[in-house]
């Protein structure tokens, strides 16, 4: 204990300046210690205070230096000089008739002199578990026909310690960390339920154009020192870059999804336009070497229905030949419009009859219902309300 506080008071010669802080946040514990030790302090007690600050952070959901109290007082002081963690502001929460909740996050940058930036989250509460859909990107590239997001063009990539504070503030708000009250605003899952068991990378962006931080982020969200979040209940979802797809599986091991939406190539390039760099074939030649890959682990093709598009008989059964000996379930998403879109949903009845032929063919095609529609918070909504006014 006195060895840490000595040094901890002895190395002002190594404190950045305050613009310099290091952000704690997005970091794994085994980096924390190593940051610890270019300070000068030894490897045992770098290591103890890590793991310290990893429980204070991912367990009890503390971000503030001063409350961590088992933490030295003297080193508290070292670290509020040296360290740092971005807490974003809500700026907006909205909740659905159907319970599902969408918060706009401000985030600003250490130094305050980058604009912040404002991402969408939201929270799908369900019976005996809750969903957190998490952004990757602030905007997007792709520029999918269909999607509303795809409309807001990309501005940068979303830092680790971005994606995972969408995670911890979300767990805040909805008193889902030890010893906080549970929000009872949403139909949030009982006391004896995580509110947020599941997350799926399927917000705002491209996740795999930003894998080096969905990785960090993921790894430690599902790390059991962490938020100890299951890799099966993280479910990634790409429109098919498809040379990160095998690194997903070999250096995440999460769940994966795949925005297919079209079973020809001609449709799916208007659609998904990416799809012209990786066409279907690639795509699907990609999933069927997904490391892992099995029954218990499969892979989820989602797939929109729009009127008079996608939705025939014909495309349903070219699906099912598309996705033979690839372990996987078939999302049939109904569109869900926003002002001046060029599609319209699918009636219900044929998206039932196109999920009929799927099912008989022995795929599992449950039809998502919508959630949040009326606030925006629906699948391909996702648009921050700061780039909406900036329109």
């Not at 952000?23 to 103890?48: C, H």
């Not at 938020?227 to 479910?235: E, G």
């Not at 095998?246 to 091991?253: L, S, T």
Request: glycine share 6%; net charge positive; proline share 4%.
């Amino acid at each position: 204990m006195n060895n840490d506080l000595h040094i901890a008071t002895n190395i002002t010669h190594n404190i950045p300046d305050k613009n310099d802080k290091i952000e704690l946040i997005g970091l794994t514990k085994l980096e924390i210690s190593e940051q610890f030790i270019k300070f000068g302090i030894d490897k045992k007690t770098a290591k103890m205070r890590a793991a310290q600050i990893y429980n204070w952070i991912y367990i009890n959901g503390i971000f503030e230096f001063a409350k961590m109290d088992n933490i030295s007082k003297k080193f508290r002081i070292f670290l509020a000089k040296n360290f740092v963690i971005n807490k974003p502001k809500l700026i907006k929460e909205q909740i659905s008739n159907d319970g599902s909740r969408k918060f706009l996050f401000r985030f600003y940058n250490s130094d305050f002199l980058s604009p912040p930036v404002d991402i969408e989250t939201v929270y799908i509460p369900e019976q005996k578990r809750g969903t957190l859909c998490i952004s990757s990107q602030v905007g997007c590239t792709l520029n999918c026909s269909f999607c509303h997001t795809g409309t807001q063009k990309l501005v940068r990539n979303l830092t680790a310690s971005e994606i995972l504070m969408q995670i911890l503030m979300s767990k805040i708000i909805l008193g889902d960390f030890k010893g906080r009250k549970r929000s009872q605003i949403g139909l949030v899952p009982g006391e004896n339920y995580r509110a947020i068991s599941n997350i799926v990378v399927m917000g705002m962006g491209e996740p795999l154009y930003n894998f080096a931080n969905i990785k960090q982020a993921l790894l430690i969200a599902s790390d059991g020192d962490g938020l100890a979040i299951s890799k099966r209940r993280i479910t990634l979802s790409t429109s098919g870059v498809v040379p990160f797809i095998r690194k997903v599986g070999e250096e995440i091991g999460v769940m994966l999804a795949i925005s297919l939406h079209a079973v020809r190539d001609d449709l799916r390039n208007k659609l998904v336009p990416i799809n012209k760099k990786w066409p279907i074939k690639e795509l699907l030649n990609a999933c069927r070497n997904y490391p892992g890959l099995n029954n218990a682990k499969r892979i989820t093709f989602e797939y929109v229905m729009l009127k008079g598009i996608n939705d025939s008989d014909k495309d349903a059964k070219q699906l099912v030949h598309l996705l033979k000996n690839i372990p996987s379930k078939i999302n049939l998403i109904p569109f869900n419009g926003w002002p001046n879109s060029p599609y319209e949903c699918s009636d219900w009845e044929r998206i039932k009859a196109f999920g009929d032929i799927i099912n008989m063919a022995g795929y599992a095609s449950p039809i998502r219902t919508p959630r949040g529609r009326d606030i925006a918070a629906a699948c391909g909504q996702l648009k921050s309300d700061s780039e909406r006014k900036e329109k």
